[in-house]
């Protein structure tokens, strides 16, 4: 059931940082050893996995019983899955390949109630506590305490960044260091001038719209360097990538 409060949304009203991680693994055991681990929140990675409708319920009541929001990462600005996302009781989205102020209006109009947006109102699903929470209650909580994260990763994003970023209803823009070498010519070259400009004069525009700027880290140190550059929602690694780097240090140490 989507939580009377957003620990995430309120942290980042008081002006701090928050961060999370990816899920990959539709194991629900992953996301509880994660959960337990002392991350603000998770983002459930339904873009590049086999996660289907079923598996993403079992990973936001999992992530719920330990008192930590879920995010789900969709394939696109397709309203039925993000209806169906949150329909599970997750605390927001996370849309890619936003391109244009049209896009992300288009993904609030998916995620919320008239009369801010066009979202099919049902009070039966999980959500909604399966009809028992009462329906002014549920209202608020879609109102107050969903999340959405939208993608900076193109070309196009950049240069419409300042229409989009008047959407109301857009809480993060985030951008996607990968993407943007790929856009900028300098594919997988994450560092490169090109795409490390680019990323500081997003993250300048988002500041001085009143938004937050978030992206991914590959560690601890790689996230403080961010938190000094005005990056406030991060992303460090995700299940998977943490699963990798512990049995590579593990067998380094043993070999060395």
Known sequence: MLGAANPVKQKLARGEAVIGTFIKSVDPA???????????????????????????????????????????????????????????????????NLRTASDARKA?????????????????????????????????????????????????????LDEILEVDGLDIVFMGPSDLSQAFGVIGQVNHPLVQDTMDRVIAKTQRAGRVAGTVASDGNAAKALIARGVRFIVMSSDHGMMAASARNMLAQFRS
């Not at 330990?66 to 927001?92: E, F, K, S, W």
Request: proline letters at 3%; one cysteine or more; glycine letters at 10%.
């Open 108 to 160: 609030v109009d998916a995620m919320y109630y008239g009369p801010r947006g066009k979202r099919g109102f049902a009070n039966t699903q999980r959500a909604a506590g399966y009809g028992m929470l009462e329906v002014g209650e549920y209202l608020r909580r879609v109102d107050e305490n969903l999340l959405f994260v939208g993608y900076c990763e193109t070309k196009e994003a950049v240069e419409n």
């Open 30 to 96: 992953m996301t509880e050893i994660v959960c337990q681990s002392g991350f603000d929140f998770v983002i459930l990675d339904n873009e590049h996995t086999a996660m289907n409708k079923e598996t993403l319920v079992q990973l936001v009541r999992m992530a719920e019983i330990h008192g930590v929001p879920a995010i789900v990462r969709v394939r696109d600005d397709d309203t039925p899955q993000i209806l169906q996302a949150l329909d599970t009781g997750a605390y927001g989205v996370q849309v890619p």
